[in-house]
């Protein structure tokens, strides 16, 4: 069975600081995992994936996500927030050909 | 980047009616369509996977003579809600990929809010 848990429920930042959303996963096989970020009333978007590769995935909006398999975790990372990155934040753990398992969200909050 | 829209982006019905949700690729062909519900300040919960030209899988739980999915090409599907009732009522979003077995992102629908009152 495979899972993501995203252990914060809200993150609270001052613009300007360095910010982390944390996510760890469990998968038998390989973890496509993936970032997404959610405004009110609007849709998932896409901010970074890691299939493959180099563990640092950079993406989106100044985003970027280190894969570390060791410790089963994909944390979402920014070096410095913005307060119009306030918004709802899922990880995401697809399989091959498989349906995506989301995490239960993480509200980010930057304040100025 | 690719582009999915659902329409209609509100819609407000009456307790015992049926819903139609449109859910379009709108350049690029879906192999498979997702449909989810989300509740306020919730994970996505997904209801069905829709293959093109086949019958959706339905996850647990969900009801199929209730939710009516129906993936007729390859650039729509459509989500129906026969007989709504105000537990329905949600935030529904279906997301795209451009072919079987695609490992890339999901693309995602702007959702769609229904209110049965």
């Known amino acids: 069975a495979q899972s993501v848990a995203q252990p914060e429920d809200q993150v609270n930042v001052a613009e300007g600081n360095p910010l982390t959303v944390k996510c760890t996963y469990s998968?038998?096989?390989?973890?496509?995992l993936f970032w997404y970020v959610q405004y009110p009333n609007r849709g998932l978007q896409f901010l970074l994936k890691?299939?493959?590769?180099?563990?640092l995935v950079k993406g989106s909006y100044g985003f970027e996500a280190e894969f570390n398999k060791s410790q089963t975790s994909f944390h979402l990372k920014k070096p410095s927030a913005l307060v119009s990155d306030s918004a709802l934040y899922f990880c995401?753990?697809?399989?091959?050909?498989?349906?995506?398992?989301f995490g239960d969200g993480t509200t980010l909050t930057v304040k100025p | 980047g690719a582009v999915v829209s659902q329409h209609p982006s509100r819609v407000i019905c009456k307790s015992g009616t049926s819903v139609k949700i449109e859910c379009r690729s709108l350049?690029?062909?879906?192999?498979?369509m997702f449909w989810y519900r989300q509740f306020p300040k919730k994970s996505l919960m997904l209801m069905a996977t829709?293959?093109?030209?086949?019958?959706?899988?339905?996850e647990q739980g969900v009801e199929k003579d209730k939710f009516l999915i129906n993936h007729a090409s390859l650039t729509l599907s459509t989500l129906t809600v026969t007989s709504a009732h105000p537990e329905d009522s949600s935030f529904y979003i279906c997301?795209?990929?451009?072919?079987?077995?695609?490992?890339?992102?999901?693309?995602f629908g702007p959702g769609t809010r229904l209110t049965v009152t």
């Open positions: 350049d690029f062909q879906a192999t498979t």
């Open positions: 890691y299939i493959t590769g180099d563990n």
């Open positions: 829709s293959n093109e030209g086949s019958k959706a899988t339905y």
């Open positions: 997301s795209a990929a451009p072919g079987l077995g695609w490992l890339g992102e999901q693309y």
């Open positions: 995401a753990l697809r399989p091959n050909a498989g349906k995506s398992t």
């Open positions: 998968v038998s096989g390989n973890p496509y």
